[in-house]
């Protein structure tokens, strides 16, 4: 709750503080409400004025360039004798059916109506020379002037009109008919000299100045607003966009709904451990992108360029993809909301968030910035090109700007997130995958000085860590961590290595000189050393959990009996570690591999993992590992009686897994293998080839 309404008071205060209420509204046309002059004197350039005159001049029609083509006349009067003759050779066939012969001659003539063709086959020779005349006549006379594209259809209306009178009508209708479809331009526009000589004329129009004094009344209150009056009150920034405080409660109203879902989201998602720093984290990395989007959003050069996207991704590498997705499209919408209900800005954001996320989520490698800066490239370009589309404004040039624009979004979302991740997880006390990957190196100061001060106990942790990096994979937690986890989490033994048993190879166990109790507490203090020196390497808090919980508060037994053997008082509390038990998933499948490995491997190093078969001798009979499972078991439930795995979040199922996963990774290990005959050596012969090429399987 505390965090919606810190998160809510700093957007509503931000808001606040940029609204600009007192604004003046005005617009081409309309009337205005009061009396507005000029705050100073000043002369500049009409931008109005001057672009009238340049399309003034730009439209003068001497700017047209005509060009003739001397081929349009004698190719249409060519193409009306063909069609002429065409009609003469049907008229003249007397055998064909009447129906026949219209459709051809009204082949012949484009637009010929079927009335007219049945007129022409009616006519008289004397009367058909006469219209055939006259119809080359009237085309001949229209040809000899000049006809523009756009005059084309008035001329072919004049046809009739200008049909000689000594004509029957019906016969001057025909000439008309078969001369219009021949009428075609014969001059047209020369469109690269005309728009030159447009664009010239337009260049040499100077800019138009004004001036205006200081005191002279713009606009007067109820006369119209025009043109030349709203360039000047845009040049003294006398007007600014309209926002009201109706508007300012209706954005503040929204605010809330958002944030109030967001809070609800947050309740029921968010992990059990999650401290007030992931809540802190979360707030900012949703405040930083809508404050500064206030600001740039208003641009719409830099709106496609924002990089939103990056609070988003640096979510995803500290936090998780899911929480990631979700509070980039919390992110777009209050982008959308603050910059005037934008429904494009709420959905780039969001596809853009998605994109980045996806890509960079547990990122083990530096080059994946760089494709998640792709992808959020990708997206906010294919976003912004699909709206401009929508919109109808979208062209090669638009296309060109907005690829552009996503380009430098994605490169600017990748490089806050590279520069920044690491500072944040850092302050925040989170650990993240590359930072995982560097802390596994073997070069590591403390792993050197394990590996080679402990090898016993480096040996271990690696086995150890195999089997937690498998088990926390299939209950699905993070396997990487838990790998690393385990290398670190005996560290504590390189101050006193040959105290722990791994460690003592053949020399003697220096507890047989000391009481339990002595050696009880020494066995603990490898935890507390482990974290002391985990501090001091300044190793990332979860790692450093992991140490202190690896044996939570359990009994160690040994030492426990060697006490109660020896007939003295022994409270129990003295032989148990000191805890906590662990508190998450990885935490408490790191104690059951560490518990469970070193259980295997003592019985493995006394001879009890295998059994023999019935026909088994030692040598040649089956070998079963039953006891391996039975281990496994009964360290599991021993943990689980002792209520080791009570806070953390593992369930009997999950245990099930684990148990499984464990049992499948140690008989790969400790598999049985078969002891190598001697080779008999005859005097005097080598060994066969077969011989020294056959081995047995390991």
């Not at 672009?51 to 005509?66: P, T």
Request: glycine share 6%; aromatic share 8%.
């Amino acid at each position: 709750m505390a965090f919606g309404l810190a998160l809510l008071a700093i957007l509503v205060l931000v808001l606040y503080a940029t609204w600009e209420s007192d604004a003046l509204t005005l617009k081409v046309g309309q009337i205005a409400d009061r009396t507005l002059k000029a705050p100073r004197t000043a002369t500049f350039v009409s931008e109005t004025r001057t672009e009238a005159k340049r399309q003034e001049a730009y439209d003068d029609v001497r700017n047209i360039v005509l060009r003739t083509d001397p081929a349009v006349a004698p190719n249409q009067t060519a193409a009306l004798r063909q069609a002429l003759t065409a009609i003469d050779t049907v008229r003249s066939d007397r055998n064909q059916e009447r129906t026949r012969a219209v459709d051809r001659i009204r082949g012949t003539v484009e637009g010929l109506t079927a009335e007219e063709a049945q007129a022409i086959l009616s006519l008289s020779d004397e009367s058909w020379a006469r219209v055939r005349s006259e119809a080359e006549r009237l085309l001949d006379t229209a040809l000899m002037n000049q006809i523009r594209a756009e005059d084309v259809a008035e001329v072919k209306e004049q046809m009739l009109s200008r049909a000689s009178l000594f004509l029957s009508n019906p016969e001057r209708q025909l000439a008309a008919a078969l001369s219009r479809p021949f009428v075609q331009a014969n001059v047209h526009v020369d469109e690269e000299r005309t728009q030159a000589a447009r664009e010239a004329a337009a260049q040499a129009v100077e800019p138009v100045y004004v001036t205006v004094q200081e005191g002279e009344v713009i606009v007067r209150d109820g006369d119209p607003v025009t043109r030349e009056a709203m360039e000047k009150l845009e040049y003294f920034e006398l007007l600014s966009p309209s926002e009201t405080w109706d508007q300012f409660f209706g954005v503040v109203s929204l605010l809330l709904l958002l944030t109030s879902a967001l809070v609800l989201y947050l309740y029921r998602v968010a992990p059990a451990d999650w401290q007030a720093r992931h809540l802190i984290l979360v707030g900012l990395v949703i405040l930083v992108p809508v404050v500064v989007g206030r600001f740039v959003l208003g641009h719409p050069d830099l709106r496609y360029m924002f990089p939103a996207a990056a609070a988003a991704m640096l979510l995803a590498i500290l936090i998780d993809f899911q929480i990631a997705a979700v509070i980039g499209g919390v992110i777009g919408l209050y982008l959308g909301i603050i910059s005037g209900t934008s429904y494009e800005i709420a959905f780039i954001t969001f596809v853009a968030s998605v994109a980045g996320s996806a890509v960079i989520w547990r990122a083990d490698r530096t080059m994946t910035f760089l494709w998640a800066g792709g992808a959020v490239a990708l997206a906010t370009g294919a976003s912004a090109t699909l709206f401009a589309l929508v919109s109808g404004n979208l062209d090669m040039m638009r296309f060109g700007s907005l690829m552009v624009d996503g380009a430098v979004n994605g490169a600017l979302a990748a490089s806050l997130t590279f520069l920044s991740f690491s500072l944040f997880g850092r302050v925040f006390g989170i650990t993240t995958h590359l930072q995982l990957l560097e802390l596994a190196h073997p070069n590591q100061p403390l792993l050197y000085r394990l590996a080679r001060e402990a090898p016993g106990t480096y040996h271990h942790s690696i086995v150890v860590s195999n089997l937690a990096e498998s088990a926390v994979e299939v209950v699905g937690g993070d396997p990487l961590f838990a790998r690393v986890a385990v290398l670190y989490h005996d560290i504590g033994k390189v101050l006193r290595p040959s105290f722990f048993v791994e460690n003592q190879a053949n020399r003697a166990n220096v507890h047989e000189a000391l009481d339990p109790r002595t050696s009880a507490r020494i066995i603990q203090e490898h935890v507390s050393d482990g974290v002391r020196l985990a501090r001091k390497a300044r190793l990332p808090q979860p790692i450093i959990d992991v140490i202190q919980q690896h044996h939570g508060t359990t009994l160690i037994k040994y030492f426990y009996n060697r006490a109660l053997n020896s007939g003295e008082d022994v409270e129990e509390s003295e032989f148990r570690y000191p805890g906590p038990r662990p508190q998450t998933r990885e935490a408490g499948i790191i104690m059951l591999a560490d518990s469970v490995e070193a259980a295997v491997r003592a019985a493995a190093q006394a001879g009890r993992l295998f059994e023999e078969g019935a026909e088994g001798n030692g040598t040649g009979g089956e070998r079963r590992t039953g006891k391996l499972a039975e281990i496994v078991d009964s360290v599991i439930r021993e943990r689980l009686d002792d209520g080791q795995l009570d806070e953390c979040d593992l369930t009997l199922k999950q245990i099930e897994l684990v148990r499984q996963t464990f049992i499948s990774i140690l008989e790969g290990i400790y598999h049985p293998r078969i002891e190598y005959p001697e080779l008999k050596r005859v005097a005097g012969t080598s060994l066969a080839p077969e011989a020294t090429a056959t081995e047995a399987p390991s």
